[in-house]
């Protein structure tokens, strides 16, 4: 398990054994979720690694916005 310390600056460095293993690059967004005590780095994917993500799905159930005005009036 790596660690790292917190800098009077409040920054740390990801080890280099993470960054290689997860491919990530310098100037990469992250979110930063918390819950509880921890603290979870979540990388932001650019838009170009999200083309073609939903690929093969079902769309024959899809529910569009007249449906749902002809619902309620």
């Known amino acids: 398990m790596a660690s790292v310390t917190l800098s009077s600056k409040f920054q740390f460095s990801i080890p280099k054994a993470v960054r290689e293993e997860l491919h990530l690059k310098a100037g990469q967004r992250f979110a930063v979720i918390t819950k509880g005590d921890i603290i979870s780095l979540v990388p932001i994917p650019e838009l170009a690694e999200l083309r073609g993500i939903a690929k ?12 749902r005005l002809e619902r309620y009036q």
Do not use: K, L, P, V
């Open 56 to 67: 093969g799905a079902d769309t024959s159930d899809y529910r569009d916005r007249t449906d």
